[in-house]
Each structure stands twice: as C-alpha cells, then as structure tokens.
C-alpha cells in the first residue's frame, strides 16, 4: 500500500519556467490537498478537492493550479516560477480520520 | 476564521523524561484536532486525533493528548521521551470535511542525551 506519492523529490527551476507537481493516492479517498511549508510557518493549505472534477481554493493558491480528473490524481501546476515558490510542497489525502501525507516536494527558484 | 498556536518553537528534553507539547486553538465550533510529527526530509506522520467523546485519546509511539475546551487546548504528552522521537510536532484544527486543516508554526524537540 503505496498511500500518498509525490514526485519529483526534488527540483530546481529558473525564474519564469513552469513545471507539475504530481501526486496520487491508492486509498481511494474523495479529499485531497497541496500546501506548502516555509520554515517557522507550519503548512499553508494552496488548493483542494473534495473529488474528481472539483476543486477549491485554499489560504495561499496565487501563483498555482490545479486539476483533478481522476479520484487517484491531484497535479499542481507552477505556470511561472517565481523566487517565493521556493518552499517544500505536500500533497495530501484524508477521510474523516485524519490526513495522510506524501514525502514532499522540495522546490527551488533560481 | 480557525487558528492554531503552539507558543514553543523549541523544546529540549532529555532522554526517559516526560514530555508535555503546548497547542492553543481558536475555532468556532466543536474542532477536529490533530497531531502530526515530522521527522527531517520527511512528510507528517498523524500521531493522534479527537473528534468526540473521551477528551483524552491515545495515539501511536505512546503519545496522548487532552482537550480542554474550557482552555481551548489540546496538549500532547508523553511519559518518558526516546531520541528518536527527536522531530517536529504540528497541531491542526479542521472542521473534518474537505475544507483542509489549519496548522500552527510548528514545535522543534530537541532530546539531550
């Protein structure tokens, strides 16, 4: 049971460029979700989706988009890269119980 | 609008003693509250949860944790500390739909030998 993959682990891109983010969950969960983590700032909720085809969003979604055309997969699109994406990207996956978590996403803007 | 503060950035311990992490919230309703750890290049692991009933629930690693809704707290203890429970610690609210989870800043446990 895989739970929640992210890839790539790492990435560095230059000012402008765009890149995804992937992700994707085998638990079949209907509530997925990107946030970003800044040092001393915990986790920002970026978008979510509370299934296939719909998605929201959340506290801090400027700069990013987002997809859900199947229950498994959950993209996040940087469309121009800037210096204050340089953060560690989660996506995560959750029922009721709680939130499940991939490994991240370490990103940097040069 | 939902809030969580953990007023400790840092917390040194050491090693076989107890442990308790502050989380502070301020939510309109009756929350679903979290603790996560994170341990270094890694993602957040769910120690435990409260959603309703008993206020003091037991998680995994030997970590518990209790609501007081009078202090709109939800404090994460644990008896005797290991080194590798060495990690960050994050308290979340969230109203257990799709909405996602608040999360505070994050406490940094640092365990002396």
């Known amino acids: 049971n895989a739970g929640v993959t992210q890839t790539p682990k790492f990435r560095i891109l230059k000012i402008g460029q765009s890149m995804t983010l992937q992700c994707t969950q085998d638990m079949n969960h209907n509530y997925m979700y990107w946030y970003r983590q800044d040092p001393g700032m915990g986790l920002k909720l970026i978008y979510y989706s509370v299934g296939a085809g719909i998605t929201d969003k959340g506290e801090v979604p400027n700069g990013y988009n987002v997809s859900r055309s199947t229950t498994e997969d959950f993209p996040l699109r940087l469309e121009l890269a800037a210096p204050s994406q340089t953060s560690v990207y989660f996506c995560?996956?959750?029922?009721?119980?709680?939130?499940?978590f991939g490994q991240g996403t370490r990103l940097t803007v040069v | 609008a939902q809030s969580v503060t953990q007023p400790d950035i840092h917390i040194t311990v050491s090693e076989g003693a107890s442990l308790e992490l502050r989380c502070n919230y301020s939510y309109g309703a009756t929350p679903y509250l979290f603790w996560y750890v994170q341990s270094p290049g890694q993602g957040l692991q769910l120690l435990l949860k409260?959603?309703?009933?008993?206020?003091l629930v037991q998680g995994i690693k030997g970590f518990e944790a209790e609501f007081k809704r009078s202090q709109s707290s939800f404090n994460l203890r644990k008896p005797s500390v290991h080194w590798s429970d060495a990690a960050e610690y994050f308290c979340a609210v969230g109203e257990g739909g799709a909405d996602g989870l608040t999360f505070g800043k994050g406490t940094h446990l640092i365990i002396q030998p």
């Open positions: 409260y959603f309703s009933g008993d206020t």
């Open positions: 995560a996956s959750s029922r009721a119980e709680g939130a499940f």
